[in-house]
């Protein structure tokens, strides 16, 4: 039972007497350095951080209330000014310790600062803060460190702004079992690996311009040093005197980058020529404000457009709603000093709508946009969103702005630039300018806290550059297989193969986060594989693993009962959907995630990698090796020709990535060979029955790649008609009759088609399949079957009844010539 609010208020109260007495000692040295080290930052517009640890949660807090009201002191002192500083504190509120903490420093602050003002926020509200801007923060990590969490909430620190990160004791906090490594625990698996963290305090050590590091238990400052940046000659802003955006738009941007983007935005004012699009693409850094820049063009198009058009509809997407606050609230202020009136549509407290007069700009769903109707298409950090869907949304709008992080807490834009900006740009149709921000918004540039910042989440990993003799080594399949340990990978030693294989991470999925990096370090059933080039020692492609199975017979009734456990992503979903209790049993691998190195992709590079783990899991005595993913036609084709079959596919698509997971698996052992072909045959009549409902808009060609695996699904099968509907047959083929009136019929036909064995199919052309599922099965309409064929309707309706046809002949030895009608006399 945790204390009372009062008991911790009264622990506060008596704390804060011994305010004044802190200090002597390291404390006061502390202090010198940070008054030289903030009055150089605030001049430079550089940020400070500093670490203090400690044992006792009382002094804890009475050290950074007073590192922060010394903060304020030299603020004060340096710009002469009476300004606001906004501090926010974040902390768990489930901890006592954390709670003294808090209050300590909130009852300081309200007490005895003039300029400071105090927010609190939990660590499970911290994405609502991106694109906020404070001048003070506060990270309680005394009971828990998630990378995201450290992402997200640094950025948030102006220029001349201080960040306090209050830790356990330095020397006990590498084993401290936090609530992110109780996170990655699973069955099997009761303690983590305990690597992160030493690889944070490496790097806070590391970086020591403007980090300082104070021990409190000690009284000893481990690290630090005032960081004094050359001087560098301020920017003016330059707004373009040949414009078409009001000049209050151009008002409200805060650098010549932001500048640049809005003017850019002018050109998507004109339409683009019939069949041909315009695209811009924003890159940056995070913190550069291309969020805020696009918002602001986004609202001069809704003004000028406004002129010539009865109402401007404009759509915005990103991977969450809250990704898109800082567009959407600044496209406000612009909107009200264009004079558009406008009107923002909440939803728990974030903007998704902004409606004026004579235009709205809306959010929706990355996958919802393929769909809608609108003059102008923004997606905000596209870098975010799988590449397939961004290609789509692409292809389905004719004026687009794209904004993607290059290095960030957001996404990996590398990748973005790589796998979606190459194929616009091989478009003739498409014409395309983009534009890269280098200036930040929030601090100026070389700033000591961003370097660490990227250096410790690997936001700046890139895959390693290959060179002839690598590229020889991959063309013969002279390569590596290597066993990484992740304490040596997280080392000096080890960061350079560290930085390659998340580089081509980074590169090669759509969405990378910090908490990756840490489950990388500390999931302590989590293995890396890396393929390497001989002589070049190039990784050229990577895998993590994640050990899985093994259950006892409770948990596999738990799971069978519909509840969850940790981890065990593949036993648990084949559990619950194909009923089979050896899964729960069986032990195996499920590959998290595995990519290859993009200059050499579809070589060949990849299933040699593939092929190795293969072989390790059955050294290993596992039962099956296995992944889940979300499923395209190209990865699908990768792994069904890898000898994996799909056996599991969500019922709903991914919300961001628009795609459907599929779970994959390679069976090893016997008894894995008859679970994995008896789930496959469930799974392949489940989706035979789902296709015109749950699963009527899945791809087609991923639906007969689902359906042609392995065969048919029962052997000897034939549809069973009654006479009626065997004349009926015949009138469809034969006759006037539509499919419309017949279509009962033809439905079964295409299922029998299906659950029979290849041998014993009509023999169809992989065209008259396509319209068998796409029309029969899912039942889409002859349009959307056209348009996805690329014909026209007429065709469409001409073939599927050749194809029936053929059917009736081989099922029933219909012809033109057969007897017809039906006596019922018999």
Not at 24 to 38: P, Y
Not at 520 to 546: C, F
Not at 722 to 741: F, K, N, S
Request: hydrophobic residues 40%; proline residues 4%.
């Amino acid at each position: 039972m945790g204390k009372s609010r009062a008991e911790i208020e009264r622990e506060a109260v008596e704390a804060l007497k011994g305010l004044k007495r802190l200090s002597g000692g390291s404390v006061t040295r502390l202090l010198r350095a940070l008054n030289q080290a903030l009055k150089y930052s605030i001049e430079s517009r550089h940020r400070v951080m500093v670490v203090v640890s400690g044992s006792d949660p009382a002094k804890l807090g009475l050290l950074t209330a007073r590192i922060l009201l010394y903060y304020e002191k030299v603020y004060k002192r340096v710009s002469g000014g009476g300004r606001s500083l906004r501090v926010l504190y974040v902390f768990h509120d489930e901890f006592d310790d954390a709670r003294l903490r808090k209050e300590i420093v909130k009852r300081a602050i309200k007490s005895k600062a003039e300029l400071l003002s105090h927010s609190t926020a939990r660590y499970e509200e911290s994405e609502r803060y991106l694109g906020t801007t404070f001048q003070a923060l506060v990270l309680d990590l005394s009971n828990d460190l998630k990378p995201n969490d450290v992402g997200r909430l640094v950025g948030i620190v102006e220029g001349g702004g201080i960040i306090v990160l209050q830790t356990p004791p330095w020397d006990e906090w590498d084993s401290k079992l936090t609530l992110f490594k109780e996170s990655l625990l699973v069955p099997g698996y009761d303690e983590p690996r305990h690597i992160f963290i030493g690889w944070f305090k490496e790097k806070l050590l590391k970086h020591s311009r403007n980090i300082f590091v104070y021990d409190a238990d000690r009284d000893e400052i481990l690290g630090g040093e005032p960081f004094k940046a050359p001087p560098r000659e301020s920017r003016r802003i330059e707004i373009p005197e040949k414009r078409i955006f009001p000049v209050d738009v151009y008002r409200l941007a805060l650098t010549q980058d932001q500048v640049e983007v809005v003017k850019s935005m002018e050109w998507l004012f004109e339409k683009p020529q019939k069949g041909s699009r315009k695209v811009i693409v924003v890159t940056a850094d995070r913190g550069r404000g291309k969020s805020c820049a696009v918002g602001l063009g986004l609202v001069g198009l809704a003004k000028e457009l406004g002129k010539v058009k009865h109402r401007v509809r404009i759509i915005v997407t990103a991977p969450s709603l809250s990704n898109v606050q800082s567009l959407m609230e600044l496209a406000l202020r612009a909107a009200e000093k264009a004079g558009l009136r406008p009107r923002p549509i909440k939803r728990e407290g974030m903007i998704m709508e902004i409606q004026g007069e004579k235009f709205s700009i809306e959010y929706w769903e990355p996958y919802q946009v393929t769909r809608l109707q609108a003059d102008i298409v923004a997606v905000d950090e596209a870098s975010g969103i799988h590449v397939p869907l961004l290609h789509r949304i692409w292809r389905s709008h004719r004026r687009l702005v794209f904004a993607a992080t290059i290095h960030g807490y957001e996404g990996a834009g590398r990748g973005f630039s790589v796998r979606f900006l190459s194929t616009i740009k091989k478009d003739s149709n498409t014409q395309l300018r983009t534009l890269e921000m280098r200036e930040p918004i929030r601090y100026s540039l070389d700033d000591p806290i961003e370097a660490w910042l990227f250096d410790v989440l690997l936001l700046d990993a890139e895959p390693a550059r290959l060179d002839k003799v690598d590229l020889e080594d991959i063309e013969a399949k002279n390569l590596e297989y290597l066993k990484l340990d992740p304490k040596w990978l997280f080392s000096r030693e080890g960061e350079e193969t560290l930085r390659q294989l998340f580089g081509i991470y980074v590169l090669a999925h759509y969405r990378n986060e910090p908490d990756d990096l840490g489950m990388l370090a500390d999931a302590p059933h989590h293995s890396i594989r890396v393929a390497r080039t001989r002589r070049g020692k190039k990784i050229v492609s990577a895998a993590q693993v994640a050990e899985e199975g093994g259950l006892d017979d409770a948990m596999i009734e738990r799971l069978l009962k519909g509840e969850k456990i940790p981890g065990n992503i593949i036993p648990d979903r084949l559990l619950k959907h194909s009923r089979i209790r050896e899964f729960g049993r069986m032990k195996g691998w499920r590959i998290v995630r595995i990519a290859t190195h993009p200059e050499v992709q579809g070589r060949g590079v990849g299933s040699w990698l593939l092929s190795r783990l293969y072989e390790e899991s059955i050294e290993r005595g596992y039962d099956w090796l296995g992944s889940g993913f979300g499923v395209n036609e190209k990865l699908l084709k990768f792994w069904l020709a890898n000898g994996f079959f799909a056996v599991h596919l969500s019922p709903d698509r991914n919300p961001v990535s628009g795609e459907y997971t599929t779970l994959v698996i390679k069976p090893i052992e016997d008894v894995c060979r008859e679970a994995v072909s008896t789930a496959l045959r469930e799974f392949k009549l489940k989706l035979l029955h789902s296709l015109y409902d749950t699963y009527s808009d899945l791809e087609t060609e991923i639906a007969i790649m689902l359906l042609s695996q392995d065969g048919g699904i029962l052997q000897g099968y034939k549809p069973d008609f009654t006479r009626i509907q065997v004349d009926r047959l015949w009138i469809y083929v034969y006759g006037p009759m539509t499919y419309e009136a017949a279509n009962d019929l033809i439905y079964e036909l295409a299922r029998a088609y299906w659950i029979q064995e290849p041998g014993e199919r009509p023999s169809l052309s992989q065209f008259e399949e396509r319209i068998l599922v796409a029309r029969v099965l899912q039942a889409k309409g002859w349009d959307e079957v056209a348009e996805e064929l690329s014909t026209r309707p007429y065709f469409v309706m001409s073939r599927l009844k050749e194809a029936v046809k053929k059917m009736a002949r081989h099922y029933f030895g219909l012809d033109e010539s057969s007897e017809i009608g039906v006596s019922i006399g018999g």
